[in-house]
């Protein structure tokens, strides 16, 4: 039956994702508000077009576009797959999104899942078991839930929720209100219909389902009362997964609940608690319960108590977390056994049987009628309608396997390109994808100055970024969607080094590349700013150790004191013993194995086992780790200042390393998926300050797809990659300090403060706005929807010296 003026319970998608005050008073400074504003809803989205790089190896866009055709059907197909106008190797999948999600289609059902599922599940993927972290105590497979993120207190996760929690179950709630209601119902109360219609049908059995031997145990030994039968065995049910105390106020809930829901349709449970009964109450059994049946036992006498109005009683529902649901009594009877929301407590039940319980039952304020029942208020961040693949516990018990399917989402997200065989090409964003294009451009000839967009220079002056047969260092490789696409754009032909700094990561970029079939990739585990290997006579690694004071100062501040203690500790050739000899063989035999390239022990002399040499690179990408502030859908922003300072310390000890590596000529890419400018804009400062007479900045492209960089400086923040106080930030946004436009000096001169580009430079550089495509609030150009992204490119025009 369709209670009156049931209707959907549509939700926007309009999550408030806090930042750290800093960090957020930094970008605001270096954004404006009105950009960071936008910036900010854009990175809680995924963006809405999906990129399917093709592997030209194997095969090409339009072969891939027919495959995916096929795939999805013409008319499914239509507007959704394309190959992308400027950069053809780039299949486009179109989304949609956000849409509105009947979350009341769930009965007030719901599941919660960590934030890493929630993020995935926006991005179109259904949820597995490991991810599951809470649900409602009657979730039986086939339900359908509403999805929500663990994120209810911006900041921070949940605290109250752990793997395990049991939420509290408006369908049992409303099943016991129902009963509760009893004849009121029947009087025609529209609001007591309406709770009355809610008792969904089978929760009962369900219920007796979820009932274990344990629970008939502890029945036996504490003999239910007539009354409370139906409570007694629903109670451990709903606690059966349960984790302490704040559990037993809902299961305390749910027990009233499902007393209403045995009583109403089921004989199965009434059965269980009855064997229980005719055993009686032992008064030494107690002794011999389980913790978890005394832990029952001890709540449904705390129930006996709040029922007589005991004293004290209302102290037995204050649980760590839960709001209480007001005051308890007759008054409140209505609001009480429905309860007030997944996180509420329950409120005493009006269990007199006497005047709250014959009263019509109005809805609870906040709550909602939907076709499936009464819903309670929401106040967390639903990311999707599901449903349930397993049942409740099965969630909690299994270690893998499908948990929840998605049914509404709230982007439509293009299917997976699954079927495509092996080797045609992978998922990778389209800024990522242009970092390694860009590389490959044309560069100037060195000793020529570039001009503008293209380093076009009369009468030509130009060579490739990348060209067969050149040796090209990829500093941070793994998972080697960017090297695989550079042996590509090499023909396999030449050889790409590729660093990272564990065996396993290493080992993600040797699996890639054998799936895309190139041969010219060498994976090596290596630090990469220890990789280069100097003379013995010129003391420690520039790279490794940094090349001067400022920079040794930037490594300890990014890798603690222990790293640093390395870092003064840097060795010369050391004498081997027999034992170590014997391990490093066998440590290679197994790298080996594996299919990864050790490094060469004759290259130890000097710095890092497997180190190079000066100028050992024809072109070079730095995809530097960064603070990752660009990636898409993010429901919580956890860096911190100190975060971003460091990140950003190690990008230039990373750079330092990185123009030694270069041969005078070569290209250089530097790129980070993120916005801040501290590793960015103030990054390429650096680099340009400290190596300007031997590094050039040129046309980072084409393809040009990404907006300018930022101009001047930032108008609060005191040092490189220093946040500003938030106190700054707001007198820096108040007093209109908007760098990005040029609010800054614009010069680069040195006053102090985080300098960025001038207006030229700026223009070189390519910075990936996330929320130029984002629709709702920002731009709505689907196909411009990307993660937030920087690429600055570089030619290298004359030696830089050991120590500079
Ligand atoms: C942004 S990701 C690289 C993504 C990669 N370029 C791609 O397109 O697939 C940064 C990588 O740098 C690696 N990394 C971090 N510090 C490193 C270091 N000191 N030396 C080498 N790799 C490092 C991380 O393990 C991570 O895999």
Not at 457 to 484: E, F, I, Q, S, W
Request: proline share 9%.
């Amino acid at each position: 039956m369709e209670p009156a003026g049931a209707e959907p319970l549509l939700k926007e998608f309009a999550p408030k994702v806090a930042w750290d005050p800093e960090v957020e008073a930094y970008l605001r400074g270096a954004l404006g508000d009105e950009r960071f504003e936008r910036t900010a809803a854009a990175l809680c989205r995924p963006p809405r077009t999906t990129s399917f790089r093709v592997n030209t190896l194997r095969a090409s866009p339009s072969e891939v576009v027919a495959a995916v055709r096929q795939q999805l059907g013409p008319e499914a197909a239509e507007g959704v797959v394309s190959i992308h106008p400027q950069v053809p190797c780039v299949v486009l999948l179109r989304g949609s999104g956000p849409h509105a999600v009947d979350y009341g289609a769930a009965g007030g059902r719901e599941v919660v899942v960590s934030r890493k599922a929630a993020e995935a599940v926006l991005r179109g993927a259904p949820v597995y078991a490991p991810g599951v972290l809470a649900a409602s105590g009657g979730v039986g497979r086939g339900d359908l839930v509403a999805l929500a993120a663990a994120l209810e207190r911006p900041g921070t996760d949940t605290p109250e929720i752990t793997r395990g929690t049991t939420l509290y179950d408006s369908a049992r709630a409303a099943a016991a209100a129902a009963t509760a209601a009893g004849s009121a119902a029947a009087g025609g109360s529209d609001a007591a219909a309406t709770v009355a219609a809610a008792a969904p049908a089978g929760r009962a059995t369900e219920a007796a389902d979820m009932v274990s031997a344990e629970v008939a145990e502890a029945e036996a030994a504490c003999g239910p009362q007539a009354g409370q039968a139906g409570a007694a065995a629903a109670a451990p049910a709903a606690m059966e997964e349960g984790n302490g105390p704040q559990e037993e106020g809902e299961a305390g809930a749910a027990a009233g609940a499902d007393a209403g829901s045995r009583d109403g349709t089921a004989t199965a449970s009434t059965s269980a608690v009855a064997r229980p009964a005719e055993a009686g109450a032992a008064p030494g059994g107690a002794e011999t319960l389980s913790l978890r049946a005394r832990r029952r036992q001890r709540h449904r006498q705390h129930q006996q108590q709040l029922q007589q109005g005991g004293p004290g009683a209302p102290e037995q529902l204050r649980h760590k977390g839960r709001q209480q649901a007001g005051p308890a009594g007759p008054a409140a009877a209505p609001a009480a056994a429905i309860g007030t929301g997944t996180r509420a407590a329950a409120g005493a039940p009006d269990s007199s049987g006497g005047a709250g319980a014959q009263q019509p039952l109005p809805l609870p304020p906040g709550w909602t009628a939907s076709s499936q029942g009464p819903v309670p208020p929401r106040t967390g961040l639903y990311v999707g309608l599901a449903r349930a693949v397993m049942g409740r516990q099965e969630m909690f018990r299994a270690r893998e396997g499908l948990a929840l399917e998605l049914v509404q989402p709230v982007f439509a997200v293009p299917p997976a390109v699954s079927g495509l065989p092996p080797g045609w090409g992978m998922l990778q964003n389209l800024p990522s994808v242009v970092a390694a294009l860009v590389l490959a451009a044309p560069v100037p000839v060195p000793g020529r100055v570039s001009e503008g967009p293209g380093g076009q220079l009369p009468g030509g002056g130009l060579r490739p970024g990348l060209a067969a047969g050149m040796r090209v260092l990829d500093m941070c490789a793994a998972p080697g969607g960017k090297t695989t696409l550079i042996a590509a754009l090499m023909g396999d032909v030449g050889e790409v080094v590729a660093f990272d700094r564990t065996h396993a990561k290493v080992g993600e970029v040797v699996a890639l590349a054998r799936e895309m079939g190139v041969t010219c990739v060498t994976a090596q585990k290596m630090d990469a700013g220890r990789a280069l290997a100097l003379p013995a006579a010129a003391g420690r690694p520039v790279g490794g150790g940094a090349a001067d004071a400022g920079a040794d100062a930037d490594a300890e501040e990014a890798a603690g004191p222990e790293r640093s203690q390395q870092l003064q500790q840097q060795p010369g050739p050391q004498p081997v013993s027999e034992k170590a000899r014997r391990r490093e063989e066998r440590r290679r035999a197994n790298m080996l194995k594996r299919g990864i390239v050790p490094p060469e022990p004759a290259a130890a002399a000097a710095g890092q086992p497997g180190s190079f040499p000066p100028e050992s690179f024809d072109a070079l990408l730095l995809d530097a780790p960064c603070s990752a502030l660009g990636l898409r859908p993010r429901l919580q922003q956890q860096a911190g200042a100190l975060y971003l300072r460091q990140c950003a310390a190690a990008q230039r000890r990373l750079v330092d390393g990185a123009v030694r590596l270069l041969r005078p000529g070569g290209a250089m890419v530097y790129s980070t998926c993120t916005i801040n400018p501290g590793e960015n804009e103030a990054v390429v400062r650096y680099l340009l300050d400290k190596y300007g007479a031997a590094m050039q900045l040129v046309a980072a492209g084409p393809p040009f797809l990404g907006g300018p960089g930022l101009v001047g400086r930032h108008p609060t923040a005191a040092e490189p990659g220093v946040p500003a106080t938030a106190a700054a930030g707001a007198a820096g946004a108040a007093a209109g300090g908007h760098a990005g436009t040029g609010g800054g000096s614009g010069d680069g001169a040195d006053s102090g403060g985080e300098r960025w580009l001038t207006e030229a430079e700026a223009a070189l550089v390519q910075r990936f706005d996330p929320a130029a495509g984002a629709g709702a609030g920002g731009g709505d150009d689907v196909a411009a929807d990307h993660i937030g992204f920087f690429v600055a490119k570089f030619v290298k025009t004359g030696p830089v010296p050991w120590e500079s």
